[in-house]
């Protein structure tokens, strides 16, 4: 299994898979392609789909700049692909010829896999590739899953998470400080700005925690929906639920920022967990995978911040899984933000009931956390295209 490095990226949005993703591949493809003139993208599959709404052209046609770059979205869906998020680059010369091609999948995460090639793929860092694998190996040794990262991933990872950490507040602060309407069309409001201000209109506490986890869930998702620098939480679409539950968290009870290293440690290893063992793209099993995960990290991450058992962070990680299978992934116009927004802070709320739930109900538990993440990649596989962020199926096709 893969450092967690791989999973948690700084980047812009809206989308990790249809941005990020095909950013990475046209500069690589740039690099490797010194002598070219111009280039030429063709989409397939998702990124053809809810390309322009994931701004994938302008993602690989700034890649490329100041050299032209044209930009086809392929919509045929007769044609056999390797990946749901499949894009062909080609190199042309001064007169037009062609001098290079490659074949890239976008496989989420902002993660890339080239055809025929295995040498972008990040080094493998842990051992254990399953939840029962590494409660075991924790169990034997006495340690916390946060201390089994960094037995692995050494000490340098605790400034990585802090980084990963100072940017995400970022996010949550920019997001509550911006109004107005967000790009694409859809004329969506900015809420976060106003749930924020409303958080004392009721006075109880289950009111208020609502509506300041729902603010920061929003500023998140908002800020990603407006191209703004996020973290992948595993991923652009579901970027807000863990900063969202955190922030929260440690503006309630104090939790210092060596805590919440340790909370995104497990988080981390949670999605890691779900990555290696089904997927974390919209584009291949639906918005469970990403929103699903984003919840059962956050779940996780919550439970080491209370310092959990292992059982109980397992419990409630499985509890936010599961509750998430079958979620379709259906982006009205293709953009990150119907009903992707509201999505990202239900599941935060969600997060929080399985913190709950966890703290005294995980020795009751029938289903393993690895049970859920194989459950939820056949589910994936099984749900027709047209719920797999193509943006031709349920909300997408019915909003008018």
């Not at 006495?142 to 802090?162: K, Q, T």
Request: proline letters at 3%.
């Amino acid at each position: 299994m893969k450092s967690l490095r791989a999973l948690y990226k700084i980047g812009r949005g809206p989308s990790s898979s249809h941005t990020m993703g095909p950013n990475r591949a046209c500069l690589t493809f740039k690099q490797e392609t010194p002598s070219a003139a111009s280039f030429r993208v063709i989409l397939y599959g998702s990124l053809a789909d809810t390309g322009r709404g994931h701004c994938t052209d302008t993602a690989c046609i700034e890649a490329f700049a100041p050299l032209p770059c044209t930009v086809e979205f392929n919509q045929d869906h007769s044609v056999e692909l390797p990946h749901d998020n499949t894009m062909d680059l080609f190199a042309y010369d001064a007169a037009g010829n062609g001098i290079n091609h490659m074949r890239v999948m976008s496989v989420g995460g902002g993660a890339i896999s080239i055809e025929g090639r295995a040498d972008l793929a990040e080094p493998e860092v842990y051992r254990e590739n399953s939840f029962g694998e590494i409660a075991e190996y924790c169990k034997n040794r006495n340690l916390r899953l946060s201390d089994y990262v960094f037995a692995y991933e050494g000490e340098e990872i605790r400034s990585f998470l802090l980084q990963i950490w100072q940017v995400m507040n970022e996010a949550i602060h920019d997001g509550l400080t911006r109004r107005g309407v967000l790009p694409g069309g859809l004329e969506v409001e900015r809420k976060a700005q106003y749930l924020f201000n409303q958080r004392h209109i009721d006075e109880s506490s289950e009111t208020r925690e609502n509506r300041l986890v729902c603010a920061y869930a929003f500023a998140a998702s908002e800020q990603n929906a407006a191209c703004g620098t996020i973290v992948t939480a595993p991923t652009c679409g579901a970027c807000a639920v863990l900063p969202a539950v955190l922030k929260y968290m440690q503006e309630k009870k104090g939790f210092s920022d060596e805590q919440i290293i340790r909370a995104l440690a497990v988080g981390g290893l949670i999605g890691n967990l779900v990555k290696q063992n089904a997927s974390i793209s919209g584009a291949e099993c639906g918005c469970q995978a990403e929103i699903g995960t984003a919840c059962s990290m956050a779940a996780a991450a919550l439970c080491e911040l209370h310092e959990m058992s292992i059982d109980q962070i397992e419990y409630a990680a499985e509890v936010a899984l599961e509750h998430h299978l079958g979620l379709t992934c259906d982006p009205i116009c293709g953009l990150v933000q119907i009903p992707c927004i509201e999505r990202n802070a239900v599941a935060a709320m969600r997060a929080i009931n399985a913190l709950s739930l966890a703290n005294f109900l995980s020795e009751t538990r029938k289903i393993s956390f690895d049970m859920v993440v194989n459950t939820m990649y056949e589910t994936g596989r099984d749900l027709h295209r047209h719920y797999r962020e193509t943006a031709e199926g349920g909300l997408a096709k019915h909003y008018r």
